[in-house]
C-alpha cells in the first residue's frame, strides 16, 4: 500500500546521506553497465563469425568435375571431366526429392566497358537458383530469371561496386556494358555481404554466355540447393548417391578421388554451428560471470549501509517503530535506489553500444548489441538481490535492542 509518508521519510534519508546513496547507486548502475557492455561485445564478435562463415546459402552442394587418376573401362587416366547442360536436367531428373533449385556456373575473368570508364571483373554465368546461393540482395531491378536463361537474353545483374566504378551516379538500370565485345542491358543491381570482391561480380544469363562461347553447352560447376528438411544426414545421403550417380554416368572408377570433387556445405555448416555454439556458451558465461560480480559488489555495499544505520534503527525502534516497518523501510529505500541506478546503467551501455556500430570490425566485433528483453532480465535479477541483500542485514539489525544498536560504533 502506498504510504505518502514512507516515501517523505525515504527521500529524506536519501537528501541527507548524498554520498552513501550515489556509492550504493554507483555500484548498480556500474555493474549492470558492464554487463551491458561485455554481453554487446560477445554478440559483436558472433555477428563477425557469422559474417564471416554463414554470408553464403547453408544448404548448399558444389559439384566440380576433375581428371581422373584411374583408368576405367577403356579410358585411360588423367582424363578431363566436363560437365554439360544434361548434367543438370539429370540431377534434376533423377534427385528432385532432395533439391530445392539447381543452378550451373561459368566463371571468366572479362573486361566491362561503359562509356569512357571500363575495368577488369568477375562474371559469373549462371542461372535463376545461384541468387539464393549467395544471398544476394537486389538493391534495384532483378535477377536473372527463367525467361532469360531459355532465349539467352544479353542482360546482365551488376554488383553494387561495379554501378560506383562505371555509372558514378548514373543510374545503371536499361543502360548498356560491353562484356567481351556483346552489349548487355544491366537489369539489376545487388549487394552482397561477402565482402568487396562479391560486389564486383556480374551475373549474365549461363546460356547466354555458352552462345558466347560458339554454343557450347559446357558449363564449370554444378550449385545444388537442397532442402533444409532432409537436415545434415539427409545432405550427406544425398551427397553420397549423387556422387556414385555422376561417376557412373562420366565412368570414373568408383574408388578413384579426383574425377568429381563434390563440397557439401552441410558439413561446414555442422562445424561452424558447433563453433557458434560454443561461442555462444563463453558469451553466457562472461555474462553471467558478470552479473555474479555485481550481485556481490551489491551485497557488500548493502551490508555496509545497513550496518552504518544501526544505530538510527535503533533510535526508530526506541521512538516505538516496529521490526517489521524498520525492514520494510530498508527494502523499500533499496529497490528504489538499486532499480534507478540499475536502468540507468541498462540505458548507458545500450546507449554506447548502439553508438559503436562497426567502429571496432576491425578487432573482429561488428554491430554489438543486447537485446532489451536480456538487459531487463539481468536489472531485475539485480534488483531482486540487491533486495535480498538489504533484507537479511536489515532483519538482523531489527532484531538488535534499541540500547544495543545505540551503542552501536
Not at 97 to 103: A, E, G, H, L, T
Not at 132 to 143: I, S
Not at 353 to 373: A, R
Amino acid at each position: 500500500m502506498f504510504s505518502r509518508d514512507r516515501w517523505q521519510e525515504i527521500f529524506q534519508t536519501i537528501s541527507k546521506n548524498k554520498l552513501r546513496t550515489f556509492l550504493s547507486g554507483f555500484t548498480v548502475a556500474l555493474g549492470i553497465f558492464i554487463f551491458v557492455i561485455l554481453f554487446g561485445l560477445g554478440n559483436g564478435l558472433k555477428n563477425t563469425f557469422e559474417s564471416f562463415f554463414l554470408n553464403d546459402a547453408t544448404n548448399l552442394i558444389w559439384v566440380f568435375p576433375g581428371r581422373t587418376s584411374m583408368p576405367y573401362k577403356g579410358y585411360k587416366s588423367n582424363r578431363q571431366i566436363e560437365f554439360k547442360n544434361d548434367d543438370l536436367e539429370d540431377i534434376k531428373h533423377n534427385f528432385s526429392i532432395y533439391i530445392d533449385y539447381v543452378s550451373p556456373a561459368i566463371y571468366r575473368n572479362q573486361k566491362i566497358k561503359y562509356a569512357n570508364e571500363y575495368n577488369n571483373y568477375n562474371v559469373q554465368a549462371v542461372g535463376p537458383g545461384f541468387q539464393f546461393a549467395e544471398k544476394t540482395y537486389l538493391m534495384a531491378g532483378r535477377f536473372i530469371n527463367d525467361d532469360d536463361t531459355k532465349h539467352k537474353n544479353k542482360y546482365t545483374v551488376i554488383g553494387r561496386l561495379v554501378r560506383d566504378d562505371l555509372f558514378g551516379k548514373t543510374d545503371p538500370l536499361g543502360e548498356f556494358v560491353d562484356i567481351g565485345g556483346s552489349m548487355f542491358k544491366v537489369i539489376g543491381v545487388f549487394q552482397d555481404d561477402g565482402g568487396d570482391n562479391e560486389e564486383r561480380r556480374v551475373y549474365i544469363p549461363y546460356t547466354t554466355k555458352q552462345l558466347q562461347e560458339k554454343n557450347t553447352d559446357k558449363i564449370d560447376q554444378v550449385v545444388i540447393g537442397f532442402k533444409p528438411e532432409i537436415g545434415y544426414f539427409g545432405a550427406i545421403m544425398f551427397e553420397e548417391k549423387l556422387r556414385q550417380f555422376l561417376k557412373d554416368k562420366h565412368q570414373i572408377d568408383p574408388n578413384d578421388q579426383r574425377g568429381i570433387f563434390i563440397r557439401n556445405v552441410a558439413d561446414d555448416l555442422r562445424q561452424n554451428q558447433q563453433f557458434a555454439s560454443v561461442l555462444q556458451i563463453i558469451v553466457t558465461f562472461v555474462g553471467l560471470g558478470t552479473l555474479m560480480a555485481g550481485i556481490i559488489g551489491i551485497s557488500n555495499i548493502m551490508v555496509f549501509v545497513v550496518k552504518e544505520r544501526t544505530k538510527e534503527l535503533g533510535i526508530r525502534k526506541a521512538l516505538g517503530a516496529t521490526p517489521r516497518s524498520v525492514i520494510a523501510m530498508i527494502l523499500q529505500e533499496s529497490i528504489f535506489i538499486t532499480t534507478i541506478a540499475g536502468y540507468i546503467g541498462l540505458f548507458a551501455g545500450i546507449l554506447i553500444l548502439n553508438s559503436l556500430g562497426v567502429k571496432l570490425e576491425h578487432y573482429f566485433i561488428k554491430n554489438p548489441y543486447i537485446d532489451m528483453q536480456t538487459g531487463v532480465f539481468a536489472t531485475v535479477v539485480l534488483i531482486i538481490f540487491g533486495a535480498i541483500a538489504g533484507y537479511i542485514p536489515a532483519r538482523r539489525a531489527a532484531k538488535i535492542k534499541p540500547i544495543v544498536a545505540l551503542r552501536d560504533e
